[in-house]
């Protein structure tokens, strides 16, 4: 568990004995509290645009939206920062092309790709994803992508929509796992015996997955815990001084706050600076990488898909993950 932004600042201020520690960050405007904020704020921002193109692995994140009939565009989560490749799923099967289409993605379409979906490209630009070609189905799709949003916080008020099913983050908040957006009527699912909806009849995604309440959705974060569990969402910067840095290992973020806070009451910085560099570059090296995509729906088991009770099949209702 990371230590609050607060800890991390005053450790920051502690070593090498550059300053007082701070009994505060947020609240006050003391020459070593602005200093060390600021500080936190461009530490984190160098970490996100350093890392490699499917690094930032504590930054993943999962997109979920419905495809619209006759609708071309949908926007992007608050958060986005960019797509981790091969990780788009269009009910539960690789969403197709990716755009902007390269001789490379049009070979392993020709060679290699699935025949069975007709596929659909796609191209982000002014703030949404563009699908091509326009969809004709609802459909739901899931994309893994980077998180711009380096800090996380237990859920305050205002943060949830609790009127809504399922339960939607308010803005510019999201949750830490990423961006859900549906609504009553999207479809969750259509495959061969038919669709289900939120407000399907029966057992089905609606029963196994998202609860009735917004008390029992809050408990399947941890169904056997005997306390209320409090998730977490995430927030473009620090606010207060209990939030948290969204990656376990701090010490990245100490370091590259003393040396800020160094240079900036100027005293002698740069093997500070040296330090923090070098750790950075093995964080960056050691990073888990990209992320293996997650099929739910009517995919078989030729794409290691395994069968779970009550989906959707000819002889019954079956869903399938990997």
Known sequence: ?????????????????????????????????????????????????????????????????????????????????????????????????VGPATPQAWSWWLYGGVAQVAPHGWRIKNNVIWIDPTPTVEELVTIEYISRYPVVSGIQDGDLDLTSEPIQIVEPAVSRDGWLYLTNDDLVVQNQSGVFRFDAEGVGFDVGVWAQTASEYLKRLDPQASSQPVPQVRRDAFTTDNDYPAFEDDHLLSLGMTWHLQRALGLPYAERAAEYEAELEVKIAEDAGGARGFRLGGSGREWDCYPLEDGATANGRIWSVT
């Open 1 to 97: 568990m990371p230590r609050t932004i607060l800890a991390i600042a005053q450790e920051a201020a502690e070593r090498d004995a550059t300053a007082p520690a701070p009994s505060a960050l947020f609240g006050t405007n003391t020459k070593v509290a602005k200093i060390l904020r600021t500080a936190a704020h461009d530490v984190l921002r160098d970490y996100l645009r350093r890392s490699r193109w499917v690094g930032l692995s504590e930054f993943h994140s999962t997109w979920t939206f419905a495809l619209k009939p006759s609708t071309y565009a949908y926007r992007l989560p608050p958060d986005f920062l960019r797509v981790i490749p091969q990780t788009e799923q269009r009910n539960g099967w690789p969403m197709g092309l």
